[in-house]
């Protein structure tokens, strides 16, 4: 038995299923059949890719939404509403503008009824705990994303909560300031200044997880499910250069980025799938084919953790191209293998007009998004249609930041086929002559 399995449980979720409609009605599974606790004294990882549900299942452990199915339990106490014991930081700052820092850092204290004279004392000590001292009367326009993230966790940790909740909090930020931040995150936990008594972290970064957590649970996708519980022995400050942290980090890749066997109906699987169920990963045509490029020049077939070495790059940075050229049936994984399929040898070496053909002809057929782009535009009478559209339908399953990001990467890859332009000024799609060819 883990020595977490004998702490006290914080917060537990027994066989949570969380399903969606969709605008034309159907059932959209989200998670599925999820177990899980957070225990006191312990930080825990949900690590996933794009669609397994990792922050979908956050908000329902912290109260935000309800599960389909399912109980989630604050100290054995099922929730009704939000859970008391849990405070966020989220990707986005979720800052308000027209509020100085200290009274962002207020605003929790005053939503629970603090007085005053309290509210200040308690908002001015978290400031100097996150190494804010200084700009209490500042606004948030004029801090670096770093400190606007600092602000935020600042106004999470002033109410003392039981479980820090943390959706992404670092993926804004630029290398340097999520690393400090990380940081300065595990200092305070090890040294036992930050007041809470466990962490909770969605996140898709492999080396992050593994830097951070005492657990990861590992996360398949549409729907979300638990496929993998890995415990990290590793001693903190952890070291990214030894022996034991890279053969975990290559543990969970492995797993993270295995193919279970295909069922025989998966091109009817295909057909099936929808912009929701089956989303864009955030991948540049430009830095698709360059992958593409090497992988041949390697003769076609590569561990992705070789991949990675040879460019110096972290394996988690090549994952979003990796998961596009799966997407677009440009290359297949198996385990940590990376390997080119006809379709992707035919693009890598193709002239740029070739190569737009052939990139336009297989996005229209397996990336959803850019496939419903497509069919909305050729029903309309002039091929116009506006984004609105889109991001309202994208929203059923998608926040806002989310829905705006596939919207964008499905205007890049559209532009490259020449399948539709985009008139940024408008806020409007166009279908190109011809498009309807593609599909």
Known sequence: MTAAATRTAIVEASDVTKTFTTPDGRALPVLDDISLHLAEGEIVALLGKSGSGKSTLLRCLAGLIPPSSGTVTYRGTPLRAANPGVAMVFQSFALLPWLTVQQNVELSLQARGVDEGERRERALRAIDLIGLDGFEGAYPKEL???MRQRVGFARALVVEPDALFMDEPFSALDVLTAEN?????????????????????????????VLLADRILVLSSNPGRIRAVLTVDLPR??????????????????ILTGREEQPAA?????????????????????????????????????????????????????????????????ARTTGGRFAITAAGREFAAADILTSKQLFARNAARHAPLVRAIVQALATTEDHKLREDLFLDLLRAGFDTVDARRQLETAIDWGRYGELYDYDADDAEFVLEPGAEAAL
């Open 144 to 146: 670096s994303g770093g």
């Open 181 to 209: 931040l990380r940081n300065e995150l595990v200092g305070l936990w090890e040294g036992h200044e930050a007041p809470v008594r466990s962490i909770l972290i969605v996140t898709h970064n492999i080396e992050e997880a």
């Open 237 to 254: 400050p952890r070291d990214r250069r030894t022996p034991q942290f890279e053969a975990l980090v290559d543990t969970v890749y492995g």
């Open 266 to 330: 998966e091109p009817a699987a295909r057909q099936a799938a929808t912009p929701i169920t089956t989303p864009l990963p955030p991948a540049t045509v430009g830095g698709l084919a360059g992958l593409l490029e090497i992988l041949l020049a390697m003769g076609g077939e590569e561990g992705l953790a070789e991949i990675a070495d040879e460019l110096n790059f972290e394996v988690d940075d090549l994952l979003p191209l990796v998961d596009a050229a799966v997407l677009l049936d440009l």
